[in-house]
């Protein structure tokens, strides 16, 4: 077994909604960002690569690729389950954290968890997402973007 961490944030700018774990949440803002800018999945993806010691999200998709403009993340999200299972390993778990002051997120994390499920091919008992708000400090807390925080246990198969 291996433990991996990853972290994303991404900056608001203009737009009319978010992605977050692949659900499309109504907001005044959008996220600045070459893909969707999915920071759970980002933060997700680069926990299972950190486990499995296969780099990071900036390594297998970078950012001066036009092919990943605009990109869904789902998609990154099983490109890097694909690989894992190539390498022999399975995700045992995933615990996912939200940093955001706005939108509340309550109502979104059913529809996340079963995207996240989905692409992973695993069980919802093997998927958690919770969000938390920074009570107004830092940047998440003025409003300026949110971050995520993702730990995942994969197991050799």
Avoid at 68 to 82: F, N, P, Q
Avoid at 103 to 119: E, K, S, T, Y
Wanted: aromatic fraction near 6%; charge should be negative.
């Amino acid at each position: 077994m291996r433990i991996g961490q990853g972290y994303d944030v991404h900056r608001f700018g203009e737009g009319d909604h978010l992605v977050l774990g692949g659900v499309k949440i109504p907001y005044h803002q959008g996220f600045v960002a070459h893909s969707d800018g999915d920071v759970l999945i980002h933060a997700l993806c680069d926990a299972l690569l950190g486990a499995a010691a296969l780099g990071d999200i900036g390594r297998h998709f970078p950012d001066s690729d036009d092919s990943y403009k605009d990109i869904d993340s789902r998609k990154l999200l099983r490109r890097v389950r694909d690989l894992l299972s190539r390498e022999g390993w399975e995700m045992g778990n995933a615990d996912l954290t939200i940093v955001a002051q706005a939108p509340r997120m309550r109502a979104h994390i059913p529809a996340m968890v079963a995207n996240l499920c989905c692409d992973l091919k695993c069980e919802t008992a093997q998927v958690n997402i919770k969000a938390t708000t920074t009570e107004g400090l830092g940047f998440a807390g003025r409003g300026e973007g949110i971050a995520c925080y993702a730990t995942v246990l994969i197991r050799s198969r």
